[in-house]
């Protein structure tokens, strides 16, 4: 790729750490690490100093290692019987927080794709979409259309994710489950057989306390005049839904380029459409949308705009989470730019645990 922006998509790791940085840099540091944590500064602080600074070996080791002043321990993450997570709801001046092995009875999911293809101002873009993960305070994420330098940009500065890929090479989708609320429990990549464009569908298995999780994340085949192949590939996903345990609840989403008449004709009775389940919000209908995003130019009156992206839910027996709130996220066009994160919306779902 020819594009500055793209070929220096690592550059600003390469930050000189073996000096303690400028108080301005330093302050920094200190409300990342408190918002990729969600502790507070005085931690931050103390992880920080402790390792001259350096905000990805401090964010890995709170994850990793005994958090300090705390009655309980961290556990590591191999321990997969107790999930862990730092409370600093009763930080402000008190106390650093406290360790919970209560799991979390609420968590949110993003699906997301984000035209790694397109190099105009892919590095900013790419930086604005950290930052809306980090705002969010995503549990699963499901992204696609990553390429190798968005992807590596990603995981060197989302430590707090545990990144499962579909594939390596090329473009591809890629499952990001929070260390401290979601555990990573198997993984199988299903490659399409029809597929022209290297397309697959990631499934992941998972936890959230009790709650089994069955997450599945694709991106179908592009275009009008591949809706056969689509609709294949449509089938074997939500084959994979109906084919899930009982006891497991399955998520099913991603960009499926996908017209209704395609879905009608494909989807299974016990799939919901979160957008429709939960309450058909007309402004939260349409993800790919170039009347209001721009990053695509179509000449012409006519700016099309459709659904592509879309979340489902297969419940559990007894159903184990209830979807509470659809959201787009992606809507502000990124600092300094003419450019939206990408040229979809992401879609937010924030769900509550029931058992």
Known sequence: MSN???????????EDESNIPDAKTCQDRVERFAAITGTDEALAQFF????????????NAFFESQAPDSPKPVKKREDKDVLVTYDSS?????????????????????????DGLDEKNLKKRTKAVIKILEIEKADIVFLQELIPA???????????????????????TATLLRRTTVYYDDHTVYPFDNTRMGRNLLAVQAHIGKVKLNLLNTHLESSPEFSEQRREQMKICFGKMKSASSEVT??????????????????????????ETCGRRP???????????????????????????????????PAAV??????????????????????????????????
């Open 150 to 172: 968005t992807y590596s940009y990603l995981e060197a500065r989302l430590p707090q994710f545990h990144f499962i890929v579909g594939n390596d090479e090329q473009y591809f």
């Open 250 to 275: 399955t998520l099913f989403g991603g960009d499926l380029n996908a017209r209704d008449k395609e879905v009608t004709a494909t989807i299974i009775p016990d799939a919901h459409d979160l957008w």
């Open 90 to 114: 009763h930080s402000s001046g008190g106390p650093q927080g406290s360790i919970t092995t209560e799991p979390p009875k609420n968590f949110r999911l993003i699906t997301w794709n984000l």
């Open 322 to 355: 209830t979807p509470k709130h659809f959201g787009l996220v992606g809507i502000q066009k990124v600092a300094g730019t003419q450019s939206f994160p990408s040229d979809h919306w992401g879609i937010i779902v924030h769900f509550q645990v029931v058992i």
């Open 4 to 14: 500055p922006d793209v070929i220096s998509l690592d550059n600003d790791s390469q």
């Open 283 to 317: 402004e939260c209908r349409w993800t790919w949308d170039t009347q209001r995003n721009t990053n695509k130019e179509y000449p012409g009156r006519y700016k099309p705009k459709t659904r592509f992206d879309r979340v489902y839910l297969k419940q559990a027996t």
């Open 48 to 59: 920080l100093q402790d390792r001259n600074w350096n905000l990805e070996a401090s964010v």
